[in-house]
């Protein structure tokens, strides 16, 4: 498998509504990080889906390193 690219060495913020489904980049390369933009197509990577569960702020991954799917796990601050 390849590396993903690392966007940014520290995670995004995003307020998210319940029941919605967001598409994180999982490639690195999305303009629109930390939601994918199709920049991963012809690549082995594809967007992760994410339903919130609830209303709040969320941090997504922006390092592309985390164990905990689309969110941070705190991988970054290993880089």
Do not use: N, R
């Not at 690195?28 to 702020?57: I, L």
Request: proline fraction near 8%.
């Amino acid at each position: 498998m390849s590396t993903p690219h690392i966007a940014d060495t520290k995670p995004v913020g995003v307020a998210v509504e319940a029941g919605k489904d967001y598409y994180w980049c999982s490639c690195g390369k999305s303009a629109s990080q930390p939601f994918c933009d199709g920049s991963h197509a012809g690549s082995e990577f594809s967007p992760t889906k994410f339903t919130a569960p609830e209303t709040k702020t969320v941090y997504f991954c922006a390092c592309k390193q985390s164990k905990a799917g689309p969110l941070c796990d705190g991988s970054h601050k290993a880089l």
